[in-house]
């Protein structure tokens, strides 16, 4: 292993590495406006798009490649949560910290990819990218739009680096069926058998989980019915308290009804301060308070403005069933997505095993710097007195009252002409 190897591997753990969120170079490559005005805490982000910050077997990876990547996922993380450009919860930044912590990894493997699909002579017929065009938009909630929307959702460059994305992804696979020794097509009935029923016994489990969190999630009501402050109690009781109970989001009834149905319905007759029964959501079992409700707004010609409710909520952490497990069609692209995990895994280490990885710049440039340490002032050495000066100065003080006369001698003299 080459001492460049030895460098990535102490400065990221490699991931699991999926096969979507991931990015590429564009245009304009370099930091948003915005951390372009103001000078970020990572080194790399601070540096021009040309700037290479990797070399991998002699190719140049840039500045411009890192941020385009960066962005895109961030971008998709949001879109597939249908989360504002502004939104920042705890769990919002802690993707993007992660985010920055798998960029170099990521960046090592989809190059190195690259070079096994060259030797390899891969080609991706059209069919391969439009089946996860349509997956990607399934991925974000969007199945029956068509995929020409990212350009609208991700603007025109980011757009560019999602469709090379998932053509990198469909190479990807075509890769690993001739660089592996695995089944990636198919899957016996014997393996689909022994699935289902590990899956039968899951469901049972998580069954038994969720009615824990539920009576958890009703306590954490009943006290906040009886009186208690929301953001307290969510804070002690919960296992995400959005913001300690402040405001969760504003929503209309059209976009209550695609995060939940439960949601929406319950919304048609809540009042301000009412409290929720438990919830199923995407991220857990939560409860949900309303704040307020705004009825103000253009409505179309004929119709009532629609409400918007302002919400709070704090969520129990899910335990999901296993759904369909007898559509054994279904199950069986389930099991080789998962194989063709593990054997893109294992290809990625055998390649990076024998890579040359370089860092022109150094890898410090993608560490946050620490912060300036400010110098402490010495302590200022006193010298000791002079018992001959303290006598003086003593003598030389005044009384309080001949203090006093000598002030009132020089409000009462007339002002000096300096003229004479």
Known sequence: MSIGM??????????ALALILAGCSDKDGGA??????KKSEYPIDNLPATSVVMRVNGQDITQADYASWYRLREKIYRATYRLSPTETSDQTRNFIRDNRARMIGELLRRELMRQEADRLGVTVPEENIRRLEKRFMATIRRKDE???KVDKLFGTEDAKALRKTLYMDARDVLCLEKATTNDLKNVSDQELDGYIERARKWNEEAEKKM???RERAMKAREEILNGGIFATVTSNRADLAKDDGGVWQ???IAEAMEESE????????AKIGDISEPIDFEDGLAIVGLKYIDEEGLAEEGKEPEKEYELVRCTFFAYDKLEDFEDRKELAEDILKERRKDALRELGMRLMTAAKVEFPLGDGIFRKRPPKKKAKKSPAVKKPKDPSRVKKASAAKQ?????????QVQRAAPPVDLKK
């Open 262 to 269: 439960a949601l929406a319905k319950w919304l048609l007759t």
């Open 399 to 407: 009384s309080p009252s001949a203090t006093n006369a000598a002030l």
């Open 6 to 15: 030895k460098k990535i591997l102490s400065i990221v753990p490699l991931c």
């Open 211 to 213: 009615a824990v969190q």
């Open 32 to 37: 948003s406006s915005a951390a372009k005005a």
């Open 250 to 252: 504003s929503w209309t």
């Open 146 to 148: 068509p995929f020409d």
